[in-house]
């Protein structure tokens, strides 16, 4: 977690952008806004020294054109006010980055930068609608999701939204989870591309078992959460890790034997892997009457 930011002296702006990301994957939501705030400023900063026309930006060296930035940072901000139940600051964020008409376009690249946002702008306004009880919207978000559908990714964030609403709001999406399996399912060939896709993907098995266990479904929701923990391990997302772990023992009473089993071996791995990287110590020395 990170606490007490010192932001005066960071003015990269991928350093920053990679501070969003590894807040975003821990869950950390307020040092966001901080960091959001920073990356904004810097990257106007920037802009406005380009529009009068100056031949260099001194010593700053960027990965992207700078309405990247200025999108990300208010989507991220955005994002961390949702997560905090602040939707009303959640909007005016939104409406920051839904319209980027304002800067000047230097190349194609530009253009389809600002376009994305826009999407995501109309994906999350939707997205605070739903979380606001606004069950009507459910068709048109679908739709919106359906428009995006090549992009696995972006149905994952959509389905994420979803479980996010039914739980909230005990929303019944089962025909939108059928509708998007075979997507889903292409999920797991493309999440380990960075943190942020590993926390959308591990989020989305999470949620998946809450919103069966809410649905009395124990024995498939507790082979969700089998699932999220495996994955969890396998990508190094301790965030989602800690989840599952919590979460099964919270349901643990309604497991079969196998289930039992699968738990009790998938932690045992996990403590040989540590006991063997750590200490040079293995488990079954400890199990061993020999060792004292």
């Known amino acids: ?17 990679r501070m969003l990301k590894l807040t975003y994957s821990y869950e950390d939501w307020r040092p966001m806004i901080a960091i959001a705030n920073k990356l904004y400023d810097e990257a106007y900063r920037l ?8 031949s260099d930006t001194g010593s700053h060296t960027y990965n992207r054109p700078l309405s990247y930035y200025l999108g990300f940072s208010q989507l991220a901000k955005g ?8 939707y009303k600051e959640s909007r005016k964020c939104i409406e920051k980055y839904k319209d980027l008409s304002w800067i000047i376009c230097s190349n194609e690249r530009d ?35 359906r428009k995006r559908k090549e992009d696995v ?17 005990n929303f019944d999406i089962d025909w939108i989870i059928n509708e998007f399996n075979s997507s889903l399912e292409e999920v797991k060939v493309h999440c380990h591309d960075n943190i ?3 926390r959308y ?13 809410r649905k009395k479904n124990f024995s498939d929701a507790l082979k969700s959460t089998l699932e999220g923990l495996e994955y969890s391990v396998k990508l190094k997302d301790n965030t989602a890790f800690k989840k599952n772990v919590a979460l099964y023992e919270a349901f643990r009473e309604y497991a079969r034997v196998d289930q039992e089993e699968n738990y ?14 750590e200490k040079n110590i293995s488990f079954n020395d400890l199990c061993s009457d020999s060792y004292h």
Do not use: C, W
């Open 153 to 169: 990714l972006e149905v994952l964030a959509g389905i994420i939204t979803l479980f996010e609403a039914a739980l909230k709001n």
């Open 79 to 86: 994002i961390s006010l949702q997560k905090q139940g602040f």
């Open 264 to 277: 009790r071996m998938q932690l045992l791995t996990i403590l040989e892997g540590v006991l063997e990287d």
């Open 47 to 54: 802009y406005s020294i380009q529009l009068k026309d100056y």
């Open 111 to 145: 253009i389809d930068i600002i376009s994305n946002f826009k999407s995501f702008a109309e994906g999350n306004e939707f997205t605070l609608d739903l979380l606001e009880g606004k069950e009507e919207v459910l068709p048109v978000y679908v739709k919106h999701i």
């Open 1 to 17: 977690m990170l606490v007490d930011l010192d932001l005066r002296d960071i003015d990269d702006l991928d350093a920053l952008t």
């Open 196 to 198: 942020v896709n590993i």
């Open 201 to 213: 993907f591990t989020e989305y098995l999470y949620l998946s078992s809450l919103y069966k266990f």
